[in-house]
Nanobody, 121 residues
Framework: QVQLVESGGGLVQPGGSLRLSCAASGSIFNIYAIRWWRQAPGKERELVATITVDGSIHYADSVKGRSTISRDNAKKTAYLHMNSLKPEDTAVYYC???????????????WGQGTQVTVSS
């Protein structure tokens, strides 16, 4: 059973920063692409950042220059550091990983339960 658990969300003042973590556990053979998404109330889920297995990184325009996605393969953990936070960054942030559970198997799509980030004074 694979689990992804996000942490690090909370209430942050505008202009502040935070670091989200996503730890994967269970029977994991390899982790491929890792993505952070977010969903604000009444809005569609938005892809915020992606890091591939070879380290290629992409950011949504809305967070580019303010965010850093990273991964620690040994710890099976991904991070999203965000600074200069704005009220419009308020959302539930989700971690998503493409991972395989055994050698030779096709990677499957796994999601965390989400962590709330609220940017407000």
């Amino acid at each position: 059973q694979v689990q992804l658990v996000e942490s690090g969300g909370g209430l942050v003042q505008p202009g502040g920063s935070l670091r989200l973590s996503c730890a994967a556990s269970g029977s994991i053979f390899n982790i491929y692409a890792i993505r952070w998404w977010r969903q604000a109330p009444g809005k569609e889920r938005e892809l915020v950042a992606t890091i591939t297995v070879d380290g290629s990184i992409h950011y949504a325009d809305s967070v580019k220059g303010r965010s850093t996605i990273s991964r620690d393969n040994a710890k099976k953990t991904a991070y999203l550091h965000m600074n200069s936070l704005k009220p419009e960054d308020t959302a539930v942030y989700y971690c998503n990983m493409d991972l395989s559970t055994a050698r030779g198997t096709i990677p499957d799509d796994y999601w965390g339960q989400g962590t709330q980030v609220t940017v407000s004074s």
